[in-house]
């Protein structure tokens, strides 16, 4: 079984430029995650779709971020403008049931490293 | 707000011996806590899914055990291997996203 594929994994841009990731979940996997890990600090989820639709994004920094899941399969996560402080890798994760927030194992990618300049 | 902690955050042992790691957790209204293996460079591997009903979990060297009235977890490792190197995070789940540790950076010297 193929894992989660996730690209680019590394990113070098300046402040104020635009950044986009993608990433492939796990084949039939219903709910889709993006998370945010800054150096030394443990994964911090920014959204988290159900299918084609949002469950949670209440710590998406809306002004900048932006995600979306095309046909419940393939998602991309964008941020515009990027800030210093968006350096972090963002790891995008999937879990085969529609269930709850965190009631099923997740199965996570190898990151995209995002280094802002 | 829940809050998870992990201590210690570095550990360092010889090749053979036993250890444990240790997770805090301030809310006890949980569904689950999970412990990940994070390889430099990678993704997180999910090692070990406690459900609240549960008390421990056990997958080959690896026992993670859970006491919910106290707000705590350890990962026990058996016979530790210098493949065992890499950062352990525990994650408590529950009517929220994850809550993630920091995580304890684990180094097995052969």
């Known amino acids: 079984e193929a894992g989660v594929a996730q690209s680019p994994r590394y990113k070098i841009i300046e402040k104020r430029q635009s950044v986009a990731f993608w990433c492939n979940p796990i084949?039939?996997?219903?709910?889709l995650y993006w998370y945010q890990q800054i150096l030394g600090q443990g994964p911090k989820l920014l959204i988290q779709?159900?299918?084609?639709?949002?469950?949670?994004d209440s710590q998406l920094p809306k002004d900048r971020f932006s995600a979306e899941r095309l046909k419940g399969v393939d998602s991309t996560l964008k941020i515009q403008p990027a800030k210093l402080e968006d350096s972090a890798v963002y790891l995008c994760?999937?879990?085969?049931?529609?269930?709850?927030?965190?009631?099923?194992?997740?199965?996570f990618g190898p990151g995209t490293r995002l280094t802002v300049l | 707000k829940q809050e998870v902690t992990q201590i210690p955050a570095a550990l360092s042992v010889p090749e053979g011996e036993n250890l444990v790691l240790n997770c805090s957790f301030t809310?006890?209204?949980?569904?689950?806590l999970q412990w990940f293996r994070q390889d430099p460079g990678k993704g997180l591997t999910s090692l070990l899914l406690?459900?609240?009903?549960?008390r421990e979990q056990t997958s080959g060297r690896l026992n993670a055990s859970l006491d919910k009235s106290s707000g705590r977890s350890t990962l026990y490792i058996a016979a530790s291997q210098p493949g065992d190197s890499a950062t352990y995070l525990c994650a408590v789940g529950g009517n929220t996203p994850l809550v993630f540790g920091k995580g304890t950076r684990l180094s097995v010297i052969a």
């Open positions: 084949s039939g996997h219903a709910t």
């Open positions: 779709f159900q299918n084609n639709g949002v469950v949670d």
């Open positions: 809310d006890s209204a949980i569904y689950n």
């Open positions: 994760a999937s879990s085969p049931r529609t269930s709850g927030f965190s009631t099923d194992t997740q199965y």
């Open positions: 406690i459900q609240s009903s549960q």
